[in-house]
């Protein structure tokens, strides 16, 4: 009978000593989604407000048509490097790469190279860039009122198989690679 005892006891404190470890496991869980949430609203927030600042000057979201842009807006940035970019990892280091340096041979979007020309390089804060690029992964874009049209009329097969015309420049002069990478304006 003793023996019975002490296994009894023995067996309510394993089982007591392992229900504790559960419960630590889970409010560690709890924590680091906690944390991860915060540094997601974090990167929310200032992502937006630096997309805002540093980007729609240019890309502008409040155009009334495609011929009142100097770039490509970034909802069709986005899908293009989402083409070639599917985890955000990647998204966010290809379009870091990018903006810090954009030089033509390294352009995904040619049709907008041809539209608008090379994207000047600027004196952003790679940080910044990561952090609007984390951002535009994330979220879903504002897009201007004429976006979706122009994107259907340009790519009726699928984006990459539009009337985008390569290295084509604005007088229609060029190699004419014809990916249909892009974004081409008549």
């Known amino acids: 009978m003793e023996i019975l005892k002490k296994t009894s006891v023995l067996v309510m404190l394993i089982a007591l000593l392992f229900s504790?470890?559960?419960?630590?496991?889970?409010?560690?869980?709890?924590?680091?989604?906690?944390?991860?949430?915060?540094?997601?609203?974090?990167t929310n927030e200032n992502g937006l407000k630096?997309?805002?600042?540093?980007?729609?000057?240019?890309?502008?979201?409040t155009s009334k048509s495609h011929d009142e842009i100097i770039a490509p807006p970034m909802i069709a940035v986005k899908r293009r490097y989402q083409m070639s970019f599917s985890n955000e990892n990647d998204f966010v280091n290809g379009l870091t790469s990018w903006v810090?340096?954009?030089?033509e041979q390294n352009a995904l979007m040619r049709g907008a190279i041809s539209n608008f020309n090379i994207m000047?390089?600027?004196?952003?804060?790679?940080?910044?860039i990561r952090i609007i690029a984390a951002y535009m992964y994330q979220n879903e874009?504002?897009?201007?009122?004429?976006?979706?049209?122009?994107?259907?009329?340009?790519?009726?097969?699928?984006?990459?198989?539009?009337?985008?015309?390569?290295?084509?420049?604005?007088?229609?002069?060029?190699?004419g690679m014809g990916r249909g990478n892009g974004y081409h304006r008549n």
Not at 159 to 167: D, L, P
Request: overall charge negative; charged content about 25%; proline content about 6%.
């Open 100 to 103: 810090m340096n954009p030089e």
């Open 20 to 42: 504790c470890n559960t419960e630590k496991k889970e409010a560690k869980n709890t924590d680091h989604k906690i944390v991860t949430d915060l540094v997601h609203a974090n």
């Open 50 to 61: 630096l997309l805002q600042q540093k980007c729609y000057a240019c890309h502008s979201i």
């Open 120 to 128: 000047p390089k600027q004196p952003f804060n790679e940080d910044e």
């Open 141 to 175: 874009l504002e897009a201007p009122s004429w976006f979706e049209q122009h994107f259907t009329e340009e790519h009726p097969n699928g984006m990459g198989n539009g009337n985008g015309n390569g290295n084509r420049n604005r007088n229609g002069n060029g190699n």
